[in-house]
C-alpha cells in the first residue's frame, strides 16, 4: 500500500509538472496563488504551518552553505601542522566516505517523507518516542550553540582589518541581520543562503585553481614547487611522539578534524519541509553531496598541503597567538610567501562571508529542529506557532536569544567560557550521524518486515544496509576517540576529557529520562507506522504548480542550478 502511493505521487508529479502555463501576470498570480494554497492545506492537517517556498536551487546552496564554514578554510591549516599534508589529505578522502553513507540512509528517508525536521521525527517513529527526543536536543543544542561562535568568527574576521569598531557593535549588527533575514520569510533565509553559499563555492574554486596555477610557477617568485613539500620536509608530521606511533598519532589528529570538519546531510534534510516539488528536488541536492565532498574538502586538503610546509613559520605562529581573520589559513601563507598582494584581503572578506553563511544556516537549522520536536509534542506548544508567512517565530527568537552569548567575547574571560561552551557540543554532530544510521536500519528493516519494496521510493540508495552499518561504526567509534589526548601520558586534564565527552553522557540521560517519563518503547519491525503523513506529501505532489519564475534572472538562476 506504501509502495504505490509513493508510486502513484511520483507518476502524478510528472503529470503536473506538464501541465499547460502562460507568461501573463495573471497566470502567474493564480500559478503562485496555488502552490502556496496547496502547501497550507498539506501541511495544516499535521499541524505543519510552514510554507513551501524554497526552490531547488536555494536547496542545492542551502547544503552547500551548511557544509562549507570557516574550518575549510583556516582551521584545516591545524590540521597540516598536525599530521602533515598525506594525514590530512587521507584523513579527509577517508572521512568523506562515511559521510557519503550517511547522506545515502537520510536521502532515501528524507524524499520519501520530506516534512519539516526530518530525522529528528523519524528517530522518534521508527526506533523509540524517547531516542527521537534525545536525537532533538542534541541537534537542537548543538546547532544553537554554534550559533554565538560563527558570530564570535565573523567579530574576530572583521578585525583582521581594523579595530576600530567596537566588538559589540559588530556582534549587534550581525544578530539583527540573521534576525531580518530569519523572521521575515523562509525565502529571504533562501535567497541570502543562495547568494552567500554561490559565494563560498567561487572562493573554493578560485582557490583550487589558484593553488593549479602557483605550483606549476605561475607566481611573482616563478617557483614551479609541484608537491616538493610532500618531500621535504615531508609527507608526514609526527605528534606528541617521534617515529611510527608520532604519524599515527597525526594522521589520528587529521581524522579529528575531519570529522567535525566535515557535514552536509543534515543541513538538506532540514528544508524537506519547505521545499517545493521536494521529491524532485531532494533527490538532486542530495546526489550532488558526493561532487560537494570530493570537490571542496578532497581537493581542498590536497590543495593546502601543495601550498604550504606542514612545519611553515608563519602558519605555526598565526594559530599559536591567535591572530584574526584568515591570516593562519594556508593559502593566506601561500600568498604571502609568494610575495602575492590583494589577495588576501580578498580571501578574508570571502571567509567573513562564509562565516555569517554559516551561521544563517545554523540559526534556520536550529529554529526548525525545534519547531519539529514541538509538532512532535516534546517542546512546548509555544513554538509550533508560525507567522502568516510559514515562520516558527518563537523558534527563531529562542535560537537568537541563544546567540546573545555572543555578547560574551566583550570580557576576554567570558571569550574563554564561551568557548568552553561550544566545546562542550561538538560531539553532537557525530552524535546526530550515528541517530540517522540507526534510524535508517529500523527503516529498511520495517520496509522488509511490511512487506514493502524499495524499489518505488523517490530515492532507492546503493549499498544499504552496509552504508548505514558503515557509518554507523565510523561516527560512534569517533566519537568515542575524539578527546583521545587526555588519556596520553602526561596530558589527562579534566576540563578537556568533559568538554570532549560530556554530551555522549547527556544524550543517554535525555533519552532514559524520557523513556521513564513517558513510557515509551522500542518500536518492532511490523509495527513501526511508515505511512503517517505521506498520504498528505502524496497529495501535494499531485495538485503541485511550479511558481513561474518572476523574471529573467530568477530563470536563469533556475536553470544553472535547478
Not at 113 to 132: M, N, T, W
Not at 245 to 267: E, K
Request: charged share 15%.
Amino acid at each position: 500500500m506504501a509502495s504505490s502511493g509513493v508510486s502513484h505521487s511520483v507518476n502524478n508529479l510528472s503529470a503536473s509538472t506538464l501541465r499547460p502555463t502562460t507568461n501573463g501576470a495573471a497566470e502567474k498570480a493564480v500559478a503562485e496563488k496555488d502552490a502556496s494554497e496547496t502547501s497550507l492545506q498539506v501541511s495544516a492537517r499535521s499541524g505543519d504551518q510552514t510554507h513551501r517556498r524554497l526552490k531547488s536551487r536555494h536547496i542545492q546552496l542551502i547544503g552547500i552553505g551548511g557544509t562549507i564554514g570557516t574550518a575549510l578554510y583556516v582551521q584545516i591549516g591545524r590540521g597540516l601542522i598536525n599530521g602533515g599534508p598525506a594525514s590530512l589529505f587521507i584523513a579527509f578522502t577517508i572521512w568523506c566516505s562515511f559521510i557519503l553513507a550517511v547522506t545515502l540512509s537520510m536521502a532515501e528517508m528524507v524524499t520519501y517523507l520530506p516534512i519539516s525536521s526530518p530525522f529528528i521525527r523519524f528517530a522518534g517513529r521508527y526506533v523509540d518516542e524517547a531516542f527521537g527526543f534525545a536525537a532533538g536536543w542534541n541537534f537542537f543544542i548543538f546547532e544553537a550553540a554554534l550559533v554565538p561562535f560563527e558570530v564570535t568568527a565573523c567579530n574576530v574576521i572583521i578585525h583582521y582589518w581594523s579595530d576600530a569598531v567596537p566588538v559589540g557593535g559588530i556582534i549587534a549588527i550581525i544578530v539583527v541581520l540573521y534576525a531580518l533575514i530569519n523572521l521575515l520569510a523562509v525565502q529571504w533565509y533562501g535567497e541570502a543562503e543562495f547568494w552567500t553559499a554561490l559565494g563560498k563555492v567561487l572562493l573554493i574554486v578560485g582557490l583550487l585553481i589558484f593553488t593549479f596555477v602557483v605550483m606549476l610557477g605561475g607566481n611573482p617568485l616563478g617557483d614551479r614547487f609541484g608537491f616538493r613539500y610532500w618531500s621535504s620536509p615531508g609527507a608526514f608530521a609526527t605528534l606528541y611522539h617521534e617515529g611510527s606511533l608520532g604519524r599515527w598519532l597525526g594522521f589520528l589528529q587529521c581524522l579529528i578534524q575531519a570529522s567535525f570538519t566535515i557535514a552536509g546531510p543534515d543541513y538538506v534534510s532540514m528544508a524537506a519541509g519547505e521545499a517545493e516539488n521536494p521529491r524532485v528536488v531532494m533527490p538532486r541536492a542530495f546526489n550532488a553531496v558526493f561532487y560537494r565532498l570530493t570537490a571542496f574538502f578532497v581537493l581542498g586538503s590536497l590543495a593546502v598541503g601543495i601550498l604550504v610546509p606542514y612545519n611553515d613559520a608563519e602558519m605555526t605562529l598565526a594559530f599559536s597567538t591567535g591572530q584574526p581573520g584568515a591570516a593562519a589559513s594556508p593559502y593566506v601563507v601561500a600568498m604571502n610567501r609568494l610575495h602575492i598582494r590583494v589577495l588576501p584581503d580578498i580571501v578574508n572578506a570571502m571567509v567573513l562571508t562564509a562565516a555569517f553563511s554559516a551561521g544563517n544556516s545554523y540559526v534556520y537549522c536550529a529554529s526548525r529542529s525545534l519547531y519539529g520536536l514541538a509538532l512532535e509534542g516534546k517542546a512546548p506548544r509555544l513554538f509550533t506557532r508560525c507567522t502568516a508567512k510559514g515562520v516558527p517565530v518563537y523558534c527563531v527568537l529562542a535560537v537568537l536569544a541563544v546567540a546573545l552569548l555572543s555578547f560574551l567575547q566583550v570580557s576576554n574571560d567570558a571569550a574563554i567560557v564561551l568557548q568552553w561552551f561550544v566545546n562542550l557540543v561538538t560531539a553532537s554532530q557525530l552524535i546526530n550521524y550515528s541517530v540517522i544510521c540507526v534510524t535508517y536500519l529500523r527503516f529498511y528493516a520495517a520496509m522488509r518486515a511490511q512487506g514493502l519494496s524499495r524499489d518505488a521510493l523517490p530515492y532507492r540508495a546503493v549499498l544499504q544496509p552496509y552504508a548505514a552499518w558503515y557509518g554507523l561504526v565510523g561516527c560512534v567509534v569517533m566519537a568515542f576517540v575524539s578527546g583521545y589526548p587526555v588519556f596520553l601520558p602526561g596530558m589527562w586534564d579534566v576540563p578537556t576529557f568533559l568538554f570532549s565527552y560530556t554530551m555522549i553522557g547527556v544524550c543517554p540521560a535525555l533519552f532514559l529520562g524520557w523513556k521513564v517519563l513517558k513510557k515509551t518503547r522500542f518500536y518492532r519491525a511490523d509495527e513501526v507506522d511508515l505511512l503517517k503523513n505521506v498520504d498528505e506529501i502524496d497529495e501535494y505532489q499531485r495538485t503541485f504548480v511550479p511558481s513561474p519564475p518572476k523574471n529573467a534572472l530568477d530563470r536563469a538562476l533556475d536553470w544553472m542550478f535547478g
